[in-house]
C-alpha cells in the first residue's frame, strides 16, 4: 500500500484546481476562429464553479445578471451561474462575450486561445502546452507542503464540530505563502448513509480561490481532507 499523500494530493490538483472537484477535458476554443465582437456561447455547470482562461491577463468581467459570480485571478475568470448569463470580458487585448448557459453537468475548464498567431519557438523544438501561471504554481506547492507535512488523518480531535447534515469537520492545519493561505480540514461522515461532499459547501467566502477534496463522497465513519485556498488582498 503506498503511504505517501503526495501522488493522492497531485491527483487531486489535477481534477479539483480552482474549485473543479470533477472537471472534464478543459474545453478549448480558437479565438483567431470567432469574429470579432461576435458572442460565444458556452454550456457551463449550474452547480460548480468553471474556469474560464484567455490568453492574456484579463483587466475586467462584468455582466447584467446579478445571480452571476465571477472572480478574477490573472488569466482566469471562475465563475458560477444558476441561470443564463451574459458575461463580458475585458483584457488589455480583447472585449469579449460570452453567453453562458448553465446545464447540470461537472465544472467545466475552457481554454481560449488565438491558435492563428502561435507565439515563436527555439528552432527545432516542439510546441509546448500552456505553462503553470506563477500563481498556479504557488497555490499547488503550498498545498502539497501542507499535505505531505506528516499530520495523519487518523481520528479526529475534540476539536470537531458539525459542518451540514451528518458531516462533521475539524480544522488540521495551515500554510502560507503570501498573498495565498492553504488551510486542511478533515471531514468525517457521523451518518449511516454514504454523504456526497462538492466544492461549493466550502467556497464560504470571496477569498476562497481553490478546493481540493480527495473524494466527493464519503461513507458512513470514513473521513477525507479538504484543501481551501484563500488569497488575501494587500491592504491599501
Request: glycine share 8%.
Amino acid at each position: 500500500m503506498n503511504t505517501d499523500p503526495a501522488p493522492r494530493v497531485l491527483a487531486v490538483l489535477a481534477a479539483a484546481f480552482f474549485a473543479f472537484a470533477a472537471t472534464a477535458a478543459a474545453l478549448t476554443i480558437d479565438l483567431g476562429k470567432t469574429r470579432e465582437g461576435e458572442p460565444v456561447s458556452l454550456g457551463v455547470s449550474r452547480t460548480d464553479t468553471n474556469r474560464i482562461e484567455l490568453p492574456e491577463t484579463i483587466i475586467n468581467a462584468f455582466s447584467s445578471d446579478g445571480s452571476i459570480d465571477v472572480k478574477i485571478i490573472g488569466r482566469s475568470a471562475l465563475v458560477r451561474t444558476e441561470d443564463p448569463a451574459e458575461l463580458i470580458i475585458l483584457t488589455e487585448k480583447r472585449r469579449l462575450t460570452l453567453l453562458l448557459s448553465p446545464e447540470d453537468r461537472p465544472s467545466r475548464t475552457v481554454i481560449m486561445r488565438d491558435e492563428a498567431a502561435p507565439p515563436p519557438g527555439p528552432p527545432g523544438e516542439a510546441a509546448e502546452g500552456p505553462k503553470a501561471l506563477p500563481y498556479e504554481k504557488a497555490i499547488t506547492d503550498l498545498v502539497l507542503a501542507l499535505a505531505t507535512d506528516g499530520s495523519p488523518v487518523g481520528e479526529i480531535s475534540e476539536k470537531e464540530e458539525k459542518f451540514t447534515g451528518s458531516l462533521r469537520i475539524a480544522r488540521r492545519g495551515e500554510m502560507a505563502s503570501p498573498p495565498f493561505s492553504a488551510s486542511l480540514y478533515v471531514i468525517r461522515n457521523s451518518g449511516s448513509k454514504t454523504a456526497a461532499l462538492t466544492e461549493r459547501m466550502f467556497l464560504s467566502g470571496p477569498e476562497i480561490v481553490a478546493v481540493g477534496m480527495e473524494s466527493d463522497r464519503l461513507e458512513p465513519g470514513e473521513s477525507g481532507r479538504i484543501f481551501v485556498v484563500t488569497k488575501r488582498e494587500p491592504r491599501r
